[in-house]
């Protein structure tokens, strides 16, 4: 490949981790970045990308040099490829478990992997709706080691990049004493956010639909899935701040994720593609068919876009109008 990678840019999330770690390690002298989508999309890294940078996990960018991941509301066009390769650029957008498995197989053949194979599994189960309920509620500890990674705790998450892409042993990176204390933390909230389900979520339809908006809780849809049971085929989480702020990551903007409930429906296969949801009223919107995400948008009384700040009552409006179109896709 004859791009010289300098700049790595990854989601902050297992998978983007262990694709920068892939990265890393063919690159080591790359200076990482751990992002998410909706700042990616905003443009708040416009000025760090260039020719030299490989964004993994992320939207595509027609300014970077190297792109991967697996994400089917983020492949570019044929037009976007044709002209970003036509540049120069190199686009690595496979049909994969994982944007980590996309990377792992692209320098698999040219460099020593091996300090990574032993994660791919969970890496690629996690990421696309493959684990069950049993390890859910297991002691994995790559699935919990999962938990622990935000870009909230950025100094941390930068702590495990370098002890993975350097080699150590994933059984020393478990035992690191900030390590245990974050994974004995997540677990205590893992059960007190199951036992709290049913006094923020409901199922309407047979869509879980849980309002963490204003709260500063959050969860993935894993746990409200398996909370709700066969009673869902899938769920809508509300998360967030009213007046939050892209790129603020205490106190990020309203949103929300759709997941499927993969326990019941499995090969990532829903009754839906919930990115129809995802991408209904926020044009960044996007992801999986089984997993994605979207900004609340301001609605007027009508349901249709208003040019003013998100307030709180938009909460209401924006799952009406996903209730709307869960319907008409479901029942």
């Given at each position: 490949m004859g791009i010289e990678i300098r700049k790595i840019l990854a989601d902050c999330d297992l998978d983007g981790l262990i694709a920068a770690a892939v990265l890393k390690t063919v690159y080591?002298?790359?200076?990482?970045?751990?992002?998410?989508?909706?700042?990616?999309?905003?443009?708040?890294?416009?000025?760090?990308?260039?020719?030299?940078?490989?964004?993994c996990d992320l939207p595509f960018h027609p300014n970077c040099g190297l792109y991967l991941d697996h994400h089917a509301t983020n492949r570019p066009s044929a037009e976007e490829q044709a002209l970003f390769e036509?540049?120069?650029?190199?686009?690595?957008?496979?049909?994969?478990?994982?944007?980590?498995?996309?990377?792992?197989?692209?320098?698999?053949?040219?460099?020593?992997?091996?300090?990574?194979?032993?994660?791919?599994?969970?890496?690629?189960?996690?990421?696309?709706?493959?684990?069950?309920?049993?390890?859910?509620f297991s002691d994995d500890p790559v699935?919990?080691?999962?938990?622990?990674?935000?870009?909230?705790?950025?100094?941390?998450t930068h702590r495990l990049l370098g002890w993975l892409f350097r080699g150590r042993e994933f059984s020393e990176i478990m035992a690191e004493p900030e390590v245990v204390?974050?994974?004995?933390?997540?677990?205590?909230?893992?059960?007190?956010?199951?036992?709290?389900?049913?006094?923020?979520?409901?199922?309407?339809?047979?869509?879980?639909?849980?309002?963490?908006?204003?709260t500063g809780k959050r969860t993935n849809g894993y746990?409200?899935?398996?909370?709700?049971?066969?009673?869902?085929?899938?769920?809508?989480?509300?998360?967030?701040?009213?007046?939050?702020t892209v790129g603020d990551h205490e106190r990020p903007p309203l949103g929300a994720s759709f997941y499927s409930n993969?326990?019941?429906?499995?090969?990532?296969?829903?009754?839906?593609?919930?990115?129809?949801?995802?991408?209904?009223?926020?044009a960044t919107g996007g992801g999986h068919a089984n997993a994605?995400?979207?900004?609340v948008q301001a609605l007027d009384e009508n349901g249709i876009l208003a040019q003013r700040a998100v307030s709180g009552g938009d909460v209401e409006r924006n799952i009406l109008g996903w209730l709307a179109t869960w319907r008409e896709h479901t029942m």
């Open positions: 080591p002298d790359a200076e990482v970045c751990f992002g998410h989508p909706a700042e990616l999309r905003s443009g708040l890294h416009d000025d760090w990308i260039d020719a030299n940078t490989a964004i036509a540049g120069g650029g190199v686009c690595q957008w496979e049909d994969k478990p994982s944007a980590a498995r996309v990377a792992y197989d692209l320098y698999l053949g040219d460099n020593d992997l091996s300090h990574l194979t032993p994660l791919m599994p969970m890496v690629d189960a996690l990421d696309s709706g493959g684990i069950t309920r049993e390890q859910l699935l919990w080691l999962s938990k622990t990674i935000s870009l909230t705790d950025i100094e941390y204390e974050r994974v004995a933390a997540r677990k205590l909230e893992s059960s007190e956010m199951r036992a709290s389900l049913d006094d923020f979520g409901k199922v309407v339809d047979r869509l879980a639909i849980v309002r963490f908006d204003d746990l409200v899935t398996a909370h709700f049971g066969d009673e869902c085929d899938a769920c809508l989480i509300v998360h967030g701040w009213s007046d939050g993969s326990f019941l429906h499995s090969g990532g296969k829903g009754v839906m593609d919930l990115s129809v949801m995802a991408m209904q009223f926020d994605c995400g979207c900004r």
